[in-house]
């Protein structure tokens, strides 16, 4: 697609339930971020992947929390056991960093997408 | 680590110009990024620095001081549509892409 597509826009859970979210990226882009962002705060890092791979999972909040990226492109956020303060705003982006087809180097700037707003009741 | 400063909020009158400022320090670096943030929507681009200077796009001007870990977003001839939550980011060096945002700063923009 155009753009970076995350689903559901809006999920909510009850406490204890398990939830997944879904990140499409950008084509072509090989870096994809999961943050956090609660209700009048910054963003939150969770994960960051190269490819498929994660090399950092250091803002995952804890063992609850888990990611996974296949083939490269679309990624899912699962959160087991949900809890009330999991409740916020997952946004997802994609970038593509250092020289593209045309052989220009570009920012590596991030896309976003419009988010998933989880609520957990 | 990084660790990344930003005012939490600031407030300027139409017409006029306002300077938010971020500081930084990182244990390596590879670029800097001004993002904006309205309400309940994603954050946008606005801009990138990776060398020490002014970048002009605009309205919107920013400027990096490696040596000093800091940064300015300029915002000339407000507008009220600038209110927004103006976020700071910054990308280590290496082959390392953990982009770090601030907490950001909410600017209302007054008549």
């Known amino acids: 697609?155009?753009?970076?597509?995350?689903?559901?826009?809006?999920?909510?859970?009850?406490?204890?339930?398990d939830v997944e979210l879904r990140?499409?990226?950008?084509s072509g882009h090989t870096a994809l971020y999961w943050y956090r962002q609660s209700l009048g705060q910054g963003l939150e890092f969770l994960i960051y992947f190269q490819g498929n791979s994660a090399p950092d999972k250091s803002g995952l909040p804890s063992d609850?929390?888990?990611?996974?990226?296949?083939?490269?492109?679309?990624?899912?956020?699962?959160?087991?056991?949900?809890?009330?303060?999991?409740s916020a705003?997952?946004?997802?982006?994609?970038?593509?960093?250092?020289?593209?087809?045309?052989?220009?180097?570009?920012?590596?700037?991030?896309?976003?997408?419009?988010?998933?707003?989880?609520?957990?009741? | 680590?990084?660790?990344?400063?930003q005012p939490t909020e600031m407030t300027a009158t139409e017409g006029a110009i306002v300077q938010i400022n971020c500081t930084y320090q990182t244990s390596g670096f590879n670029g800097l990024f001004w993002y904006q943030q309205h309400a309940g929507e994603a954050p946008t681009f606005l801009s990138y620095n990776v060398l020490d200077g002014l970048e002009e796009k605009?309205?919107?001007s920013s400027f990096l001081s490696r040596s000093k870990g800091y940064s300015y977003l300029l915002l000339k001839e407000l507008q009220m549509k600038d209110s927004a939550?103006?976020?700071?980011?910054?990308?280590?060096?290496g082959g390392y892409q953990?982009?770090?945002?601030?907490?950001?700063?909410?600017?209302?923009?007054?008549?």
Do not use: H, W
């Not at chain 1, 697609?1 to 339930?17: L, M």
């Not at chain 2, 939550?85 to 060096?93: D, E, F, I, K, T």
């Open chain 1, 1 to 17: 697609g155009a753009g970076v597509s995350q689903s559901p826009s809006n999920k909510v859970t009850e406490k204890g339930k």
């Open chain 1, 23 to 26: 990140c499409d990226p950008i």
């Open chain 1, 64 to 86: 609850r929390f888990s990611a996974e990226r296949t083939g490269g492109s679309v990624s899912t956020l699962t959160i087991q056991r949900t809890q009330q303060e999991d």
């Open chain 1, 89 to 121: 705003v997952y946004l997802c982006a994609s970038s593509i960093f250092g020289r593209g087809l045309a052989g220009l180097a570009n920012t590596g700037e991030l896309f976003f997408g419009e988010g998933s707003r989880l609520t957990v009741l």
């Open chain 2, 1 to 5: 680590g990084q660790n990344i400063d």
């Open chain 2, 58 to 60: 605009g309205r919107f």
């Open chain 2, 85 to 93: 939550s103006y976020l700071c980011a910054v990308r280590p060096s």
């Open chain 2, 98 to 111: 953990k982009v770090t945002f601030g907490t950001g700063t909410k600017l209302q923009v007054i008549p």
